[in-house]
């Protein structure tokens, strides 16, 4: 008697709380902003792996080769910018399949140049203020490097946003609200 009453209601309340929770408004958008915690999460730690790739071309042009900071600001975007898009694209974002030329590279192209020559011009400015006043190769190295560190930080957020919004994130959103809108056009009467 107990297993037949077990049997009888547990299909049919998991099932009816499964609908309720997959059309609960509030933990679809609670579930986005998991998904939206861990992608950033996995995006600022691919960030720090492009970033010292970066760093340490700059550091050793600048510094070492003394090669001028324009030049060597653009050849450390270019180092940190080909292992950020690989690892944004496979595992920031869990894309996988073929690069799409118009879909992927060409806005991500455009996302990372903006902020590589904000960060170069942001990095020539300050050399050009300081290059006169600090005369140790150490010390103006150091404040270069740092600077052109700092640089890309207020264009974090932006470039994640938009590397999520225009590049790499839009097919999960476009799927979930195409799965969504689907959901909502099955009758509730054919929902497993």
Same mark, same amino acid.
């Given at each position: 008697?107990? @297993?037949?009453? &077990?049997? #009888?209601?547990?299909?049919?309340? !998991?099932?009816?709380?499964? %609908?309720?929770?997959?059309?609960?408004?509030?933990?679809?958008?609670?579930?986005?902003?998991?998904?939206?915690?861990?992608?950033? @999460?996995?995006?600022? !730690?691919? @960030?720090?792996?492009?970033? !010292?790739?970066?760093?340490?071309?700059?550091?050793?042009?600048?510094? $070492? $080769?003394?090669?001028?900071?324009?030049?060597?600001?653009? !050849? #450390?975007?270019? #180092?940190?910018? &080909?292992?950020?898009?690989?690892?944004?694209?496979?595992? @920031?974002?869990?894309?996988?399949?073929?690069?799409?030329? %118009?879909?992927?590279?060409?806005? *991500?192209?455009?996302?990372?140049?903006?902020?590589?020559?904000? =960060?170069?011009?942001?990095?020539?400015?300050?050399? %050009?203020?300081?290059?006169? $006043?600090?005369?140790?190769?150490?010390?103006?190295? #150091?404040?270069?490097?740092?600077?052109?560190?700092?640089? *890309?930080?207020?264009?974090?957020? $932006?470039?994640?946003?938009?590397?999520?919004?225009?590049?790499?994130?839009?097919?999960?959103?476009?799927? %979930?609200?195409?799965?969504?809108?689907?959901?909502?056009?099955?009758?509730?009467?054919?929902? =497993?």
């Amino acid at each position: 008697m107990q @297993t037949a009453l &077990i049997q #009888a209601c547990l299909p049919q309340s !998991a099932s009816a709380s499964a %609908r309720r929770v997959c059309q609960d408004d509030g933990v679809l958008r609670r579930l986005g902003q998991v998904r939206l915690v861990s992608v950033f @999460t996995r995006f600022a !730690a691919g @960030t720090v792996v492009s970033t !010292a790739c970066s760093q340490l071309t700059f550091v050793l042009l600048f510094g $070492v $080769v003394q090669v001028g900071v324009a030049a060597s600001g653009a !050849a #450390a975007f270019l #180092a940190g910018a &080909i292992p950020n898009f690989f690892i944004h694209r496979f595992w @920031t974002w869990r894309r996988s399949g073929p690069v799409g030329m %118009r879909r992927e590279l060409l806005p *991500y192209l455009a996302v990372i140049t903006f902020s590589g020559l904000v =960060a170069t011009a942001l990095t020539t400015g300050v050399d %050009r203020l300081v290059g006169g $006043v600090l005369h140790d190769h150490v010390v103006h190295t #150091a404040v270069i490097a740092i600077v052109f560190s700092l640089s *890309y930080l207020p264009l974090f957020v $932006v470039k994640f946003a938009l590397l999520d919004r225009l590049v790499f994130g839009c097919d999960d959103t476009v799927r %979930r609200r195409r799965a969504r809108d689907s959901r909502d056009q099955v009758p509730t009467s054919t929902r =497993a």
